[in-house]
């Protein structure tokens, strides 16, 4: 599908709309300039705000949501599991979600993900039973109707076929890093063939990536910013991005993607660049 505006949506397994872009909070610092900026890309058209425990400024997110004068079941909001609490087992992590809805001042979430899995590198041989167990808290969650819907984050092809055998719910979305120069191809095939919706997290990149000039010459082609095309190319592949900014013109700049098509032969070319301007976190070597 061909989105054609910010309140174009994609749907989840469940049958749960979510909005085509979401704002990201990554590196966004819990205080005042969180809860403007949040109100901003609002007043901008976004509906979908993702935050995270590991963020720190879930109680900034919920204090914008309160004020932004747009009703809370019109806002997709979601945040995520830490690390710390979903190593301590199934009643850390039910805890942990209370915690999250605390934070934000609501009583239920749109999207709660497991922020990163448990790995062989750093737990041996456990990892495989922690992510289940991870698994199930959450679907116990999402029966008792607490999150619309639940996923992962940074799980690759091989976390995904361990949790899938014993999922009661199959994770509707997986959220990965994926710009230019960094598809993750194999994860995002799986997701696609098991109806997993792939969300991208840093679809911009670092620096490297929007300073690159053979992106730029592709986005001067259609009188773009290089952050727009990144943005037009990952909904253009039927990923979710998330932008981020805490520049108030770039908020609205990366909502200003609907009104042109990236060829295919763009996107072809786009595809091909070697690895750049990737983040160097890798869900196989974490140990955070």
């Known amino acids: 599908m061909l989105m054609k505006s910010l309140s174009d949506v994609f749907t989840l397994a469940n049958g749960v709309s979510i909005p085509c872009v979401g704002f990201g909070t990554w590196q966004v610092p819990d205080e005042a300039s969180t809860v403007s900026v949040i109100k901003y890309a609002v007043n901008a058209g976004y509906r979908h705000i993702d935050t995270a425990a590991a963020y720190y400024n879930e109680k900034s997110v919920g204090k914008a949501v309160r004020e932004c004068g747009v009703p809370r079941d019109q806002l997709f909001i979601t945040s995520k599991l830490w690390n710390d609490d979903r190593n301590l087992g199934y009643d850390q992590i039910l805890k942990a979600f209370a915690l999250t809805l605390e934070n934000l001042g609501t009583d239920y979430l749109d999207l709660y993900l497991i922020h990163w899995p448990a790995n062989e590198k750093q737990f041996g041989d456990k990892w495989k039973a922690m992510n289940t167990e991870a698994w199930k808290a959450l679907e116990k969650l999402y029966g008792d109707k607490k999150i619309r819907s ?17 999922a009661t719910v199959k994770p509707m979305v997986d959220q990965i890093e994926f710009h230019p120069g960094f598809m993750q191809n194999e994860t995002f095939e799986f997701c696609k063939q098991n109806g997993i919706q792939v969300e991208a997290w840093s679809p911009l990149g670092s620096g490297k990536v929007l300073s690159d000039q053979r992106l730029k010459a592709i986005a001067d082609k259609y009188g773009k910013t290089v952050a727009q095309l990144c943005v037009r190319w990952v909904l253009q592949h039927g990923v979710l991005p998330l932008p981020r900014s805490v520049t108030e013109s770039r908020v609205a700049e990366n909502t200003a993607v609907f009104d042109f098509e990236i060829s295919a032969a763009d996107v072809q070319s786009i595809d091909a660049l070697p690895f750049f301007g990737g983040s160097g976190f890798y869900p196989e070597e974490a140990t955070f």
Do not use: D, Q, R, W
């Open 150 to 166: 639940i996923g992962v984050s940074n799980f690759l092809v091989k976390h995904l076929e361990a949790l899938l055998p014993t």
